[in-house]
């Protein structure tokens, strides 16, 4: 596959500074969209560890001989594993500072990462940011947020969509990076198709752009660089109430000319 991608943060209409960070390996096909929490300068900080985390493990773990610090999953590939367990190290890490700084104290962050691997992607995810797939003009939200509205719609399967929208209590998260010392990550993988365009975004695009609408904006798009510009500037039409980030990824297939041509000396 080959992926052409763009990505764009905001501070949006109502922070003062910007907690959402975003970051990428090429060398890997590897996307990471962190959302922190916790307040001043410490959410920030935490959304920063956490990408700067698992890249820092990818990029060690490229040598076969690397120790893990977490133990793996037979129930899960050796690419599942190596995901989650950076995604658990990054948690660590945060919790850790959390623990060891009064500054830090509380600080957090959600988590969204893909990663493609042939004409497999996989979704790891920690919180409520967000990984949306578009395929044949159709949108589909690949990840389940951690929070208490997801949590009661279980509960109440013949939840209304007015009583979802006067949910109290649906920007409580569940489950983030640096909560505990332990976290369970939600990996999944899915068949990649020639075309197919991945979202990751924060919650300050979600909560503010319609699925409907994110669909009407991405779909077909020729210009990702501009796309990008145009969902966060629409978050913000809507009120922009937190940060806004998002990450558009589109995956072509390659052909076997095109293949050889790339292999060529």
Partial sequence: MRIRYAAKT???????????????????????????????????????????????FYQRTKDEE????????????????????????????????????????????????TLVNGSKIYVAHVGDSRCYRIRGGQIEQLTRDHSLLEDYKDAKPDMTE???RNFPHKNVITRALGMREAVEVDIHTHA????????????????MVSD?????????????ERTVA???????????????TTLLME???????AVARDAQP
Avoid at 70 to 81: A, F, H, Q, T, V
Avoid at 212 to 224: A, F, H, I
Avoid at 230 to 244: F, K, Q, S
């Fill in 192 to 207: 990649v198709q020639d075309g197919d365009i991945f979202v990751l975004c924060s919650d300050g695009l979600s909560g």
């Fill in 66 to 113: 690397a120790t893990w610090p977490y133990k793996m999953d037979r129930s899960l590939s050796y690419i599942e594993n190596r995901l989650a367990c950076g995604i658990k190290l990054a948690n660590y890490k945060i919790y850790e500072a959390a623990s060891k700084d009064i500054r830090f104290k509380g600080m957090g962050t959600t988590v969204v990462t």
């Fill in 251 to 257: 995956c072509t297939e390659l052909d076997s000319s």
């Fill in 162 to 164: 007015e009583e979802e």
């Fill in 10 to 56: 905001d501070v949006g209409m109502k922070r003062t500074h910007n907690e959402d960070y975003f970051s990428l390996m090429e060398d890997e096909q590897l996307f990471v969209v962190a959302d922190g929490m916790g307040g001043h300068s410490s959410g920030e900080v935490a959304s920063r560890l956490a990408a700067e985390t698992v890249s820092e």
């Fill in 212 to 224: 409907q609408r994110l669909l009407e904006l991405v779909k077909g798009s020729t210009d990702l």
């Fill in 230 to 244: 145009e969902l966060v500037d629409e978050a913000n039409r809507a009120g922009g109430t937190d940060n806004i």
